[in-house]
């Protein structure tokens, strides 16, 4: 029968049930030494024993207060001091009093000057006592609690809240502790030892409250120890710097040459630019290199070359133009290097030595060209493409890429089909495939509206069985000469019956001075002898059809609020030739 080994679970445990058993045993004899020779009074001369801890406590309060009567100190090394002036027996008791406040202050800045990360105020308490061998004195500085005393000596304790709702305790290095503390700053970061619960706390906290905590105890940090320059010039001596090294390299050549990463934030540095030039210096040096850092020897000589424009390859040019041609109506900055990347792999923009996608947009004039949104958005459009600027009608149109890239996706949908299709199909199919469309960032109440802002993609009739049906658009456009609402009436005017222009015609006829669009409605109830419903014709609403009927059989200033309403010149011409 083979050697039958504990669990390690096991072997901790009986080591747990030794330790509890070694104590149990000490506390009965602790316990059955005072029973036999009670509490002793330690004062000078007294040695008078008590069975309970309050009577002791009574009676050394009995010999204090003794004292201060007769003006004696009763601290050891004064010797039974006695003085005859009260004035000077205070100022010797506030002498010993600084002095205990100096020493109670010096032991709390040393518990927690060897904790890198602080403690936490629940562990801080028990750390003292351990290390010092009894409780926090705050009674005697004149406090009535711990958080009490470590919340008001700011040059001893910094006090720092979490997001968890803990309390973190630093300590406040003075000249004397402070390379101790520069020292401890530069120690590996773990949670092992005294300081386990609050390296808990603060791995759940996350990488965001160790850069706060970082801040606040500033002071223990970025010196780069002598051992990792030593590092850095072995890197020097095998030529990795020759040429110079990209600055987004240099981490992971240290990490493959020495077999661990490299944490500089632990020496409080905040970035690695940071770390290489201001920790560093004098081993290694930083120079711009395109838009990017690269990393060189110190004192090397490299010759200055003047800045040139950077030529784009033509491998990207032609990834642009073919995106560009799929997305003719334009396209968000970020969908576009969304799109590439997905098309073609990541974009390097720094590789071609440009800031952001841009200005790689703006070196490609012959390509695209870019359009800046008043709320600062960029719209990437093919070269030539015109914007035309419309009249501010009292509220902001959102950026190009918006309406572009519905547009672009309504484009892509019509061209893939056969027939025309029922709107409300259409809309189906469109929210299938591309998700929801967001009506309200295009300003528009439904997808008719929608379909009226891009009169060069598609267009809309009304079929026979009283459905709305959309198609791919036959002309470039049927173009908005006034901006009344923004919406450009996709329906062509000879969709209009003859009728209803004969009867917009009579109106009109009957108002040779005009009529406001305001009151047309009820001029035009009064002349017809019925109301005007211009949905029957693919019109949204009453302005909508008027407004395609504008330079052709009236004519009004779409810009006004309330635009007066006449015959166009050329209708008012054929009336006037009519009768002859």
């Keep these: ?71 004696k100190c009763n601290q050891a090394k004064c010797g039974g001091l006695k003085f005859n002036n009260r004035r000077a027996y205070n100022e010797h008791v506030e002498m010993h009093r600084a002095e205990a406040q100096v020493k109670i202050l010096s032991s709390i800045r040393s518990v927690l000057l060897y904790n890198k990360h602080g403690l936490l105020m629940e562990e801080f308490e028990r750390e003292f006592r351990s290390m010092i061998g009894k409780h926090v004195p705050y009674k005697v500085v004149g406090y009535n609690s711990v958080f009490d005393l470590v919340t008001n000596i700011p040059d001893v304790v910094q006090v720092t809240h979490l997001d968890g709702g803990q309390t973190l305790l630093l300590a406040v290095p003075d000249k004397s502790t402070e390379h101790i503390s520069k020292m401890i700053g530069n120690q590996r970061t773990n949670r092992e030892g005294f300081n386990y619960r609050t390296g808990e706390v603060l791995a759940r906290e996350g990488r965001s409250a160790l850069r706060k905590i970082e801040k606040v105890a500033d002071v223990k940090n970025r010196v780069v120890p002598e051992f990792m320059k030593k590092q850095v010039e072995q890197l020097k001596m095998i030529g ?63 010759s200055a070359e003047a800045p040139q424009v950077q030529e784009i390859p033509r491998d990207v040019k032609n990834n642009f133009k073919k995106l560009l041609d799929e997305n003719p109506f334009g396209i968000s900055a970020p969908a576009l290097v969304r799109t590439y990347d997905g098309c073609f792999g990541q974009l390097n923009i720094r590789q071609v030595k440009c800031k952001d996608l841009v200005e790689l947009c703006f070196l490609i004039p012959d390509i695209c060209s870019v359009n800046k949104s008043h709320v600062g958005d960029f719209t990437i459009l093919p070269a030539g493409h015109k914007v035309e600027k419309e009249k501010s009608n009292g509220k902001k149109s959102p950026p190009l890429w918006v309406l572009g890239e519905v547009k672009n996706n309504i484009w892509k949908m019509l061209n893939s089909l056969s027939k025309d299709v029922a709107l409300t199909a259409f809309v189906k199919g469109y929210e299938g495939y591309y998700g929801y469309l967001n009506l309200e960032d295009l300003q528009c109440e439904d997808m008719m509206e929608v379909c009226r802002l891009m009169p060069d993609v598609c267009s809309i009739k009304l079929a026979e069985n009283g459905q709305f049906m959309i198609s791919p658009a036959k002309k470039p456009g049927y ?81 006004e609020r309330d635009p007066i309403l006449k015959l166009s010149l050329e209708t008012e011409s054929n009336l006037l030739l009519g009768p002859h």
């Design 479 to 559: 173009e908005d000469k006034g901006h009344m609402d923004r919406s450009v009436t996709l329906v062509p005017k000879e969709s209009i019956p003859e009728s209803c222009k004969m009867n917009i015609k009579r109106v009109l006829v009957k108002n040779p001075g005009g009529v406001k669009l305001s009151e047309f409605y009820n001029r035009y109830l009064e002349a017809v002898g019925r109301n005007m419903d211009a949905s029957k014709f693919g019109f949204r609403k009453m302005e909508n059809l008027l407004q395609s009927l504008n330079w052709s059989l009236l004519q009004f200033d779409a810009a």
């Design 1 to 71: 029968m083979g050697t039958v080994y504990k669990t390690h679970q096991q072997l901790e445990d009986e080591d747990t049930e030794r330790y509890l058993k070694k104590q149990a045993d000490i506390f009965e004899r602790r316990k059955a030494r005072r029973e036999a020779e009670g509490y002793k009074c330690t004062v000078e001369g007294c040695g008078q024993a008590f069975k309970e801890m309050l009577d002791l406590r009574s009676h050394i309060y009995d010999h204090q207060q003794e004292d201060k009567m007769r003006m």
């Design 240 to 302: 990795v710097f020759e040429g110079g090294l990209d600055l987004l390299e240099f981490r992971e050549v240290y990490d493959q040459e020495f077999g661990y990463p490299l944490d500089f934030r632990c020496y409080g540095f905040y970035s690695l630019e940071d770390f290489v030039f201001h920790g560093l210096g004098g081993v290694v040096e930083l120079d711009v290199d395109g838009l990017g850092w690269k990393i060189f020897p110190c004192g090397l000589k490299r």
